[in-house]
């Protein structure tokens, strides 16, 4: 934490912040990790790579190596601006750190996370944009010392109208070599200049979702592959991202390349980004909300790299500031910031591919469990599709963006994952209901087993119900039901609001005769009812048919239906469904209503 500034509030920081200088001019709670700038910077490799989560704190982290790097180009030499901005941070305690690397170097920063487009000439576009800022920022290096064709280089980056037709794409791509190359000649007895790029993946990313990976892929080969590899005009390259690619053609032939991931042993940058249980507790007794720490730890908790535990800076800032501004801060329940922070859909367009076995799987996490997962950290995005994801790539990717992490670690590739919190268990809750809810095959065959099961036609109704269980990944968290059968229970549950506009009442758990009937419905008009009772066979052995004439037995035994002829249907089903794993029995039996003789 920085020491107070008199002058100025010290503001609660909020989800966003992400510019250090706008942390140490404006009074913002800063947590200091300052002390990680030596790792990260002076290591032996001249390429590093370090991967964590979105949401993270890459950014501020890129952000404060600039600021402590970056030299006065007006000023060589001088330093006191950065002596400023780090004023009491933990770097200094190191001063021949400070004194050999302090404002000492040319830096070329960029962010790639805002490049995006629909298609390739649109993405392209955006990061000719990006591009050009930057350029824009460098157009002081223009002056006698260069040569025409660098005078007209300069130019074409720096204008925009000119950069963003995608003819000029061989000038995007040269753009990064060049500008480096410009401030070692400018600086020619100073130091090389340093190169950060903040998440160099995310167009990439972008890029395979949307259908155009091949010639983006060319494109950030030729912007980033010739910096990094063979260009002498730099002294470091540093970027950050999610995923690690090491395929990617950008990296093809870089044998310097030093990668730090979620999955690194021991390194000393595992809590450079992300904030820990301590600092974490010190901003909360800061601003007076200590009570509100272990709902923040349930919540925002429990990321595991490096063999250290932290937590998602954007959540904590985001639950803060809504602590802070609220009126009555203990009526308010933390919220799913991390999710709603970005539109990355690779939950929900994988379910419609999820096999048995990854189904299973969700069920698990989503109990609180752990399951093994091969990782191939070398997956490229070029082998990535949205629409055909292997289930490896599938996992591969929930862990590197942080819907996931490391729980144990196994042999060679296969580890042991876990959802981190309560917040990206809701983040899947949300992805895998909005699928169901959505998804227009999904509901039809929802919509044909509720015609079945009226109809009492236990045989097509088994069926449709095995073919919907293949992939099915239930979120029911029932406690008066047996773990098992809260799967089969959110299974029935979700199909009924799937199919919703075909059926009038829907009661979940309703009470009825001398007891509760696991699910009670009726038809649009009322006219048929269907009543069912679910048992989950836990001995291997036993007769699904069987299991699921006993919940008729205890339909009848216990009442459930009798009211509902009463009540006015015509017709009212009694319906026994039996489950074990991604199988089932049904059995239906009608109820038909008592008849007043004259």
């Known amino acids: 934490m920085t ?26 709670y800063y947590v200091d990790k300052t002390q990680y700038l030596k790792p990260l910077f002076a290591g032996t490799d001249s390429r590093f790579l370090l991967l964590r989560p979105r949401r993270f704190g890459k950014t501020l982290t890129m952000s404060t190596l600039r600021r402590f790097l970056e030299m006065d180009y007006r000023n060589p030499g001088d330093t006191s601006r950065q002596q400023e901005l780090f004023r009491g941070l933990k770097v200094t305690e190191d001063r021949e750190f400070c004194e050999e690397h302090m404002g000492r170097y040319p830096v070329v ?16 576009r955006s990061l000719a944009g990006t591009i050009s800022k930057l350029a824009q920022d460098f157009r002081w290096l223009d002056g006698p010392e260069l040569e025409e064709d660098e005078r ?44 950060l790029v903040d998440e160099y993946d995310v167009p990439l990313q972008k890029a395979a979702v949307g259908g155009y990976y091949e010639p983006m892929s060319e494109l950030i080969g030729s912007l980033l592959g010739d910096v990094l590899k063979t260009n002498d005009d730099i002294c470091k390259g540093i970027l950050t991202g999610c995923l690690r690619a090491t395929k990617e053609g950008i990296f093809t032939g870089l ?49 595991c790299i490096g063999g250290e535990d932290l ?29 709603n922070s970005s539109n990355t859909p ?38 990535i599709s949205m629409n055909n994801l292997s289930s490896s790539q599938f996992w591969n990717i929930l862990l590197y963006t942080g819907y996931l992490t490391l729980a144990k670690r196994g042999s060679r590739r296969t580890h ?31 919509r044909k087993l509720i015609d079945q099961l009226l109809a009492g036609d236990a045989v097509n109704a088994a069926r449709s119900l095995r073919t919907l269980l293949r992939g099915f990944v239930s979120l029911r968290d029932n406690a008066t039901k ?117």
């Open 3 to 28: 020491e107070k500034n008199q002058n100025q509030p010290r503001l609660v920081p909020k989800a966003g912040d992400e510019d250090f200088v706008t942390f140490r001019e404006n009074g913002i």
């Open 109 to 124: 920063s960029l962010s790639l996370k805002g490049v995006k487009g629909t298609g390739f000439v649109e993405a392209y």
């Open 152 to 195: 007209d280089f300069l130019n074409m980056l720096i204008k925009y109208k000119y950069l963003r037709d995608p003819a000029c794409i061989d000038y995007v791509g040269q753009s990064l070599s060049f500008l480096c190359r410009l401030l070692r000649k400018r600086f020619s007895n100073g130091r090389k200049p340093v190169l």
């Open 255 to 303: 044998n310097n390349l030093s990668i730090d991931t979620v999955l690194t042993r021991r390194s000393s940058l595992c809590t450079a980004i992300g904030f820990t249980p301590a600092e974490v507790r010190t901003m909360f007794d800061y601003y007076g909300l200590g009570k509100f720490y272990e709902k923040a730890r349930e919540w925002y908790d429990g990321y």
């Open 311 to 339: 937590f998602c800076p954007w959540d904590v800032a985001s639950y803060v500031e809504a602590l802070s501004d609220d009126a009555d801060p203990d009526t308010l329940e933390p919220e799913s910031y991390w999710n």
């Open 346 to 383: 690779v939950i929900r367009e994988h379910m419609p591919h999820l096999n048995s076995d990854d189904a299973d799987r969700m069920e698990v996490l989503l109990a609180g469990g752990n399951i093994e997962a091969e990782v191939d950290e070398g997956m490229s995005y070029g082998t």
């Open 416 to 446: 042991e994952l876990r959802i981190p919190n309560e917040e990206v268990r809701s983040c899947f809750r949300y992805n895998i209901s909005g699928y169901y809810k959505g998804k227009s095959e999904y509901v039809t065959l929802a």
């Open 482 to 598: 047996a773990p098992h059968e809260n799967f089969y229970h959110g299974f029935l549950n979700g199909l009924l609001a799937a199919a919703g506009d075909n059926i009038s009442v829907f009661k979940s758990q309703a009470e009825a005769g001398s007891g509760y009937a696991d699910i009670i419905f009726s038809s649009y008009d009322e006219s048929s009812a269907v009543v069912i009772e679910v048992k989950y066979a836990s001995d291997a052995k036993a007769g699904l048919q069987d299991l699921a004439s006993k919940a008729i037995a205890q339909i009848e035994e216990k009442g459930y239906a009798a009211g509902l002829c009463s009540e006015g249907s015509d017709r009212v089903i009694e319906c026994g469904i039996a489950f074990r794993g991604r199988n089932c029995a049904v059995r239906c039996k009608e109820l038909l209503p008592e008849v007043d003789e004259e």
